[in-house]
């Protein structure tokens, strides 16, 4: 049932950074028997540098408008589960690429959550600041009341990906059945 309901469409994951879209989005291929694609990494297999590499040399606005360029193209063939960056549904643009020609999954977690996964490499442009909890706090209450345009939300938290990509798979499904709600566990 979860695999009809996406038809020819791709299943898009978007969250915060740590929220799990990668690791998450890549079972659910597996489950779905779909291919899975990141963004990111497709992003930096065109440009050729590394995400850090792209905002230190062009800066966040041009990032943004490669990273709109190359989910616009993801996004025309499917089906696949794709996994996008933090940002990139904050765009209006790219949101509404999602919305209209794909089906939305929002991994949501709380800030405990996401500080615990995110603080353990120094990877994230985002949160190179002086207090990056601080960042990444106020980067939640930014992003989340858009976030939740999403079509289906499920709660990322401390538990093993397994569930976390049983739970978004039954999601699916019962968003199939016209159960447009989500319980949350």
Same mark, same amino acid.
């Given at each position: 049932?979860?695999?009809?309901?996406?038809?020819?469409?791709?299943?898009?994951?978007?969250?915060?950074?740590?929220?799990?879209?990668?690791?998450?989005?890549?079972?659910?291929?597996?489950?779905?028997?779909?291919?899975?694609?990141?963004?990111?990494? %497709?992003?930096?297999?065109?440009?050729?540098?590394?995400?850090?590499?792209?905002?230190?040399?062009?800066? %966040?606005? %041009?990032?943004?408008?490669? %990273?709109?360029?190359?989910?616009?193209?993801?996004?025309?063939?499917?089906?696949?589960?794709?996994?996008?960056?933090?940002?990139?549904?904050? &765009?209006?643009?790219?949101?509404?690429?999602?919305?209209?020609?794909?089906?939305?999954?929002?991994?949501?977690?709380?800030?405990?959550?996401?500080?615990?996964?995110?603080?353990?490499?120094?990877?994230?442009?985002?949160?190179?600041?002086? &207090?990056?909890?601080?960042?990444?706090?106020?980067?939640?209450?930014?992003r989340y009341p858009?976030?939740?345009?999403?079509?289906?939300?499920?709660?990322?938290?401390?538990?093993?990906?397994?569930?976390?990509?049983?739970?978004?798979?039954?999601?699916?499904?019962?968003?199939?059945?016209?159960?447009?709600?989500?319980?949350i566990p």
């Amino acid at each position: 049932m979860a695999r009809r309901v996406l038809g020819q469409r791709n299943l898009v994951f978007v969250g915060l950074m740590g929220a799990g879209k990668s690791a998450i989005g890549r079972l659910v291929a597996q489950m779905l028997d779909i291919p899975f694609v990141d963004s990111d990494h %497709e992003i930096e297999r065109v440009s050729r540098m590394s995400i850090p590499e792209l905002f230190e040399a062009y800066g %966040e606005p %041009e990032f943004r408008a490669l %990273e709109g360029r190359v989910i616009k193209r993801l996004l025309k063939t499917g089906p696949r589960v794709l996994s996008t960056g933090g940002g990139a549904f904050m &765009n209006d643009t790219i949101r509404t690429m999602v919305l209209n020609d794909g089906l939305s999954v929002w991994l949501k977690a709380d800030l405990d959550v996401l500080w615990a996964r995110v603080s353990k490499r120094d990877s994230r442009p985002l949160l190179k600041t002086a &207090n990056p909890r601080q960042t990444l706090s106020d980067l939640l209450d930014k992003r989340y009341p858009v976030y939740a345009k999403a079509d289906l939300t499920v709660w990322s938290r401390d538990e093993d990906k397994d569930i976390i990509a049983s739970e978004t798979v039954m999601a699916l499904a019962r968003l199939g059945r016209g159960q447009d709600t989500v319980p949350i566990p």
